[in-house]
Nanobody, 126 residues
Framework: LQLVESGGGLVQPGGSLRLSCAAS????????IGWFRQAPGKEREGVSC????????NYAGSVKGRFTISRDSAKNTVYLQMNSLKPEDAAIYYC????????????????????WGQGTQVTVSS
């Protein structure tokens, strides 16, 4: 069972990136998915999450209106579209799967997530 993030890179402030979280060995539709990030010297923080049923989403206040989480069931992938990127968005981004996140999701408690990817680096700099 594996989660693999991709899509990170270097982008200028105001630019966009789309991160992907692909699963192997299990079906992402059965899990709520969370995106988290950790910058050097800072604690890991929840960015966004989506429930396994109903497509319930949550966003951190710092990214609301700029980031969008979505699923592509056919590709067994969850995306995080990031627009209007700011230098403070720079971090390693991780996706994680929570089997209990059926009709809601909680990105404030990383401990409830069962599986984690290895992370993808996002750098926002001019």
């Amino acid at each position: 069972l594996q989660l693999v993030e991709s899509g990170g890179g270097l982008v200028q402030p105001g630019g966009s990136l789309r991160l992907s979280c692909a699963a192997s060995g299990f079906t992402l539709d059965s899990y709520g998915i969370g995106w988290f990030r950790q910058a050097p010297g800072k604690e890991r923080e929840g960015v966004s999450c989506i429930s396994s049923r109903g497509g319930i989403t949550n966003y951190a206040g710092s990214v609301k209106g700029r980031f969008t989480i979505s699923r592509d069931s056919a590709k067994n992938t969850v995306y995080l579209q990031m627009n209007s990127l700011k230098p403070e968005d720079a971090a390693i981004y991780y996706c994680a799967a929570d089997r209990t996140a059926v009709l809601m999701c909680d990105m404030t408690r990383p401990i409830v997530y069962d599986y984690w990817g290895q992370g993808t680096q996002v750098t926002v700099s001019s």
